[in-house]
């Protein structure tokens, strides 16, 4: 039952921030600030440092990632 919960609220989080980005994203575009599309490339290793830190210092990361995976 806490699972289904969690999931559910977890959506309902996720799906509201695509929607605050949207408008976010459309009212940047509305000015004269340059607006680009990137990959995750575009941070080179920085992204994976950060995990492979933060999973040092703090291992319950890696089974919060785990259960996510799940959900």
Do not use: C, N, Q
């Amino acid at each position: 039952m806490i699972t289904e919960v969690m999931k559910s609220h977890l959506d309902s989080l996720v799906a509201s921030y695509a929607d605050i980005d949207a408008d976010y994203l459309g009212k940047l575009k509305g000015t004269t600030v340059p607006v680009k599309s990137i990959s995750r490339d575009f941070f080179g290793d920085a992204i994976d440092k950060w995990y492979a830190d933060w999973r040092k210092k703090a291992p319950l990361l890696m089974d919060l990632e785990k259960e996510a995976s799940k959900l």
